[in-house]
Each structure stands twice: as structure tokens, then as C-alpha cells.
């Protein structure tokens, strides 16, 4: 596993998600009191865009039909069987390194 820069630290401002690619991978990062968490951006029930979703807290809400996964762990507070990939980051810099 390595680390691979995703985006600048002020990309993601605090309580807001943004959507990466890396390695052609779409990763939604998302800035819970300045610390940043990466999930897929896939969300495990239709697929719709969790970087574009709201963020309350560590809780996103997809928002295609309002499935919510924890940013922090990639589970569902509702359903814990379902689940979207979570990724280790690290800040190197002013840049946001994700471990793929």
C-alpha cells in the first residue's frame, strides 16, 4: 500500500465533501473539524455521488435516496451490514494523501 495525493488541504473546506479521482477511482473526501476522511464515492445502493451528499457531523446522506454512511468507517449508522470502502489518509504538506 502507498500514499497518493488526492487534493490541496483548502480544497476540502471544514463540514463539506469533495469528489476525487485517483487512479481512476472516484473517492468523495470529506473535512470533519479539520480532519480529513476519505469513502468511496459509490454509494452502496444505487451508486449516487456521496461527495455531493450532505455532511452532518462524521454522517453523510447520499443524495440520490438518503442512505447515510459514517465518513470516518465507510458504515451505515442505519444499517451496519451495509458499507462503502474507506481509505487511510494523511496530510504531507499542503497536500491530502490518501493509502490506496
Not at 471544514?14 to 479539520?34: D, H, I, P, W
Amino acid at each position: 500500500m502507498s500514499y497518493v495525493s488526492a487534493a490541496k488541504i483548502g480544497d476540502v473546506r471544514e463540514g463539506e465533501g469533495k469528489t476525487v479521482s485517483v487512479n481512476g477511482q472516484e473517492v468523495a473526501l470529506f473535512n470533519v473539524e479539520g480532519k480529513i476522511h476519505a469513502i468511496d464515492n459509490s454509494c452502496a445502493h444505487k451508486g449516487g455521488p456521496l461527495g455531493e451528499g450532505t455532511l452532518n457531523g462524521e454522517i453523510v446522506t447520499c443524495p440520490w435516496h438518503g442512505w447515510k454512511f459514517n465518513v470516518k468507517t465507510g458504515v451505515s449508522p442505519v444499517n451496519p451490514a451495509a458499507s462503502v470502502k474507506s481509505f487511510k489518509t494523511k496530510i504531507a504538506g499542503d497536500e491530502i494523501q490518501i493509502e490506496v
